[in-house]
C-alpha cells in the first residue's frame, strides 16, 4: 500500500545530496510522495544557516543549515534529515556529517516551527549505516513513517537502487565515448562531493575550467572499482570514507592510466579537520611525480574574482 495524500518531503540540496538524491528522489516518488528540494545553494542560504550554525563549522555545514531554513520556511510535511555514519565497511563520515542531524535538532533553527498543531513537519531523521542501506531496513521504517506497507517500501526500494545505478552509470560517460580525446588537456578536480559539485560553493569551478577548453574530471566520473590504492600504511586504511575517495581519485588521475592530466586541484574548505590533513599528502604525492597543484580554500568571505585570478594563473601554468 503507497501512501495516500502526496505529501511535500523537503530535501536538502547539501551534504550527502550530491551523492544519493537520485535514490533518495525514486523512492520517495514510489512510495507517493511530492519531493521538495531546498534549490541551490546561494548568499541568503549561507546567511541565514551561518546565523544558526556554530561559529566553528566549516561552509557546507552552515550552508546545510540555510538549506534546513529554507525547506521549513516552505512549509514542507515532511523534512529530510537523515543521519549518516558509514557509507563502506570500516570507513566513517567526518565528525560534523555525523552529527549533523543533531546540531539541527539542538540549535534555535528549528524553535518553535516543528511542534505546531499539526506538527510539521515531520522529521525523517534515520540512521543511515553502511549495514541499513545494504539491507532495505532503514528504507522500511521510512517507508513505515510516511503510512506505506513494507512491499510497498521494498518496491520503492528497488527501484530507488535502479535509478541510483543508472544515475552513477550516466557519469561515467567520460570513458565510454570520445570525450576524453576531444579535449588535449585534462585537470583532476578532488573534494568532497558537496564541495566540488555545488557550483555556489567551488563558484562554478568546472565550468570555468571547461570554458577554457580545458576538460575537469572527478571522482564521480571516475569508473568504479577502476582503480584501487594501497591504503596500509594509513592507520585504520584512512578510515574517513571521502578521505578514501578523494586519495583514491587523485592517484588514479596522476597514474595516467586512462587518461593523463596536467594538473590537480583541491578544494578544501577552511576549517575542515579531514582536508587539512588530506591536502598535504595529496600535495606530497603530486609533488613527487612533478604534478603541477593548486589547493583553493574556500570559506564565506571566499571572493569569487581572487579564485578565478588563481584559477587563470594555474591554467595559463599548465598550458
Ligand atoms: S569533512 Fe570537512 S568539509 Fe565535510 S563536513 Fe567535515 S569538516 Fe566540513
Known amino acids: 500500500m503507497s501512501i495516500n495524500a502526496s505529501p511535500a518531503i523537503g530535501v536538502p540540496q547539501s551534504l550527502l545530496y550530491y551523492r544519493y538524491y537520485p535514490l533518495w528522489k525514486t523512492f520517495f516518488e514510489e512510495l507517493g510522495g511530492r519531493v521538495e528540494t531546498s534549490g541551490p545553494s546561494c548568499d541568503d542560504k549561507l546567511v541565514r544557516g551561518s546565523g544558526h550554525a556554530h561559529a566553528d563549522s566549516c561552509v557546507p555545514i552552515k550552508l546545510a543549515f540555510g538549506h534546513i531554513d529554507s525547506l521549513v520556511a516552505k512549509g514542507v510535511d515532511y523534512l529530510f534529515l537523515p543521519k549518516f555514519f558509514r557509507l563502506d565497511r570500516k570507513s566513517y563520515v567526518c565528525p560534523k556529517v555525523i552529527g549533523f542531524n543533531d546540531m539541527i535538532k539542538n540549535s534555535s533553527l528549528l524553535d518553535g516551527r516543528l511542534s505546531s498543531a499539526s506538527h510539521s513537519p515531520y522529521l525523517i531523521d534515520?540512521?543511515?549505516?553502511?549495514?541499513?542501506?545494504?539491507?532495505?531496513?532503514?528504507?522500511?521504517?521510512?517507508?513505515?513513517?510516511?503510512?506505506?506497507?513494507?512491499?510497498?517500501?521494498?518496491?520503492?526500494?528497488?527501484?530507488?537502487?535502479?535509478?541510483?545505478?543508472?544515475?552513477?552509470?550516466?557519469?561515467?560517460?567520460?570513458?565510454?565515448?570520445?570525450?576524453?580525446?576531444?579535449?588535449?588537456?585534462?585537470?583532476?578536480?578532488?573534494?568532497?562531493?558537496?564541495?566540488?559539485?555545488?557550483?555556489?560553493?567551488?563558484?562554478?569551478?568546472?565550468?570555468?575550467?571547461?570554458?577554457?577548453?580545458?576538460?575537469?574530471?572527478?571522482?564521480?566520473?571516475?569508473?568504479?572499482?577502476?582503480?584501487?590504492?594501497?591504503?596500509?600504511?594509513?592507520?585504520?586504511?584512512?578510515?574517513?570514507?571521502?578521505?578514501?575517495?578523494?586519495?583514491?581519485?587523485?592517484?588514479?588521475?596522476?597514474?595516467?592510466?586512462?587518461?593523463?592530466?596536467?594538473?590537480?586541484?583541491?578544494?578544501?574548505?577552511?576549517?575542515?579537520?579531514?582536508?587539512?590533513m588530506l591536502v598535504s599528502i595529496v600535495q606530497a604525492e603530486a609533488a613527487a611525480r612533478k604534478m603541477p597543484f593548486l589547493n583553493l580554500t574556500i570559506d564565506e568571505h571566499t571572493a569569487r574574482a581572487g579564485i578565478m585570478t588563481r584559477i587563470e594563473a594555474f591554467i595559463d601554468m599548465i598550458s
Open 126 to 276: 534515520e540512521l543511515f549505516d553502511v549495514h541499513n542501506c545494504s539491507d532495505r531496513s532503514v528504507f522500511r521504517r521510512i517507508g513505515r513513517k510516511l503510512g506505506g506497507d513494507t512491499p510497498s517500501a521494498d518496491r520503492a526500494y528497488s527501484r530507488a537502487l535502479r535509478s541510483y545505478d543508472m544515475a552513477s552509470r550516466k557519469r561515467e560517460v567520460i570513458f565510454k565515448n570520445d570525450i576524453l580525446k576531444r579535449y588535449k588537456l585534462k585537470i583532476g578536480v578532488i573534494g568532497h562531493p558537496y564541495n566540488v559539485h555545488d557550483d555556489f560553493l567551488s563558484m562554478g569551478l568546472l565550468n570555468e575550467i571547461l570554458k577554457k577548453g580545458i576538460l575537469p574530471v572527478t571522482y564521480e566520473d571516475m569508473p568504479p572499482k577502476s582503480f584501487e590504492c594501497d591504503l596500509s600504511k594509513y592507520p585504520s586504511d584512512m578510515f574517513w570514507s571521502f578521505g578514501r575517495e578523494i586519495y583514491r581519485a587523485a592517484l588514479y588521475f596522476m597514474s595516467g592510466l586512462d587518461f593523463s592530466i596536467s594538473g590537480l586541484i583541491y578544494i578544501a574548505p577552511f576549517g575542515c579537520g579531514l582536508d587539512s
